[in-house]
């Protein structure tokens, strides 16, 4: 009977971690598309989740809908904003391009427009040093600036870009 229970705990910490797998819970919504510029079912339900207007862009929207369903802790911010993800834990891309830092599968990773307040955020499914691949939210098949819908994406650090990867911040339970 004892090890009945040693089991059944394996299986119900086993299946936690399969919650909690960020890229995973992405995956299910690739393909989802918007109707109309950024408004449609989906995107308007990501919208909603953060408190932002209809029709904004909402590529943190749908991190931060991907974050709550996966039941991650950290980080515990849920916005409408991409630079609210840069915490005190998160990496910065030319650490990681030039190989001092790891971003791995999970990652939130973070663009900046600029000097400014604007960005985008997209999930890391796998990267190395100054080439990944992501799951985005208000993202397009291209190089579109306002996507259409959630995308995998092959991306790139480039510094020389006024819109450029700043940073990767990790996920957790």
């Known amino acids: 009977m004892r090890y009945f229970w040693w089991l059944l705990l394996f299986f119900f910490l086993q299946s936690q ?3 909690a797998d960020v890229v995973s819970t992405a995956e299910k919504y690739v393909g989802v598309r918007e109707s109309g510029h950024n408004r449609g079912y989906w995107v308007e339900k990501f919208q909603a989740f ?3 207007p209809k029709g904004s862009p909402w590529c943190a929207a749908f991190v931060s809908w991907v974050l709550e369903e996966a039941r991650v802790k950290y980080p515990s911010i ?3 904003l991409a630079m609210a993800f840069v915490t005190k834990r998160s990496i910065k891309a030319k650490h990681v391009a030039k190989g ?3 971003a791995g599968r999970n990652f939130l990773v973070i663009w900046k427009r600029g000097d400014t307040w604007k960005g985008h955020i997209g999930i890391v499914v ?3 040093k100054i080439n990944g691949e992501t799951i985005e939210g208000n993202t397009g098949n291209g190089n579109l600036r ?3 819908g959630v995308y995998r994406k092959k991306r790139s650090i480039i ?3 006024s819109f450029r990867i700043e940073y990767f911040t990790p996920t957790e339970l």
């Open 126 to 128: 796998n990267w190395h």
């Open 159 to 161: 510094d020389s870009q």
């Open 17 to 19: 971690s399969l919650l």
């Open 100 to 102: 001092y830092k790891q």
């Open 50 to 52: 953060v408190g932002i």
């Open 146 to 148: 306002d996507g259409d």
């Open 78 to 80: 849920r916005s409408g």
